[in-house]
């Protein structure tokens, strides 16, 4: 919320650190944590992992564009929706964790030593998404990934 806090002046510094952490938080989630799961069910996803991933997709989507605070409040809307779906009693993390048994301890190390994801300029272009809603529904169409039956 650093890059939000002061509506007045937004603070690019604080808002490309926040960018490199969410890159990075989805790459262990997507790289790391989804994929092992998916495995360890024989190639088959939990269930609440396509929303998660249409949810990375539009975050990461919404990280193109050059940042201002109306655009950094699109993404903290679409991360409190997203966060309550991955934490709780019947979050994703929980089914996660339900998988991985003892596993996860050694899953918390690679993910302790996971690097960080470069980033590449803000792109301003055409169909540059600036809203959550919009970002929600180009996601959307990204396909599932099949089971390995």
């Known amino acids: 919320d650093a890059a939000t806090a002061d509506r007045r002046r937004f603070d690019l510094v604080a808002f490309e650190a926040f960018r490199a952490?969410?890159?990075r938080h989805i790459g262990i989630e997507e790289k790391l944590l989804l994929a092992t799961v998916r495995k360890l069910r024989n190639g088959v996803p939990l269930p609440e992992a396509t929303q998660l991933r249409?949810?990375?997709?539009?975050?990461?989507?919404?990280?193109v564009p050059t940042p201002d605070a109306s655009l950094a409040q699109e993404i903290r809307g679409l991360l409190l929706r997203h966060d309550a779906r991955e934490e709780g009693t019947d979050g994703i993390y929980a089914a996660c964790e339900a998988v991985l048994g003892d596993g996860g301890a050694k899953l918390g190390e690679n993910a302790r030593a996971y690097p960080s994801v470069p980033t590449t300029p803000h792109f301003d272009g055409d169909n540059t998404v600036r809203t959550a809603d919009r970002a929600l529904a180009s996601a959307s169409r990204i396909r599932p990934p099949r089971a390995h039956v």
Request: hydrophobic share 60%.
């Open 21 to 23: 952490g969410l890159l």
């Open 54 to 63: 249409i949810e990375h997709a539009a975050l990461t989507s919404l990280l």
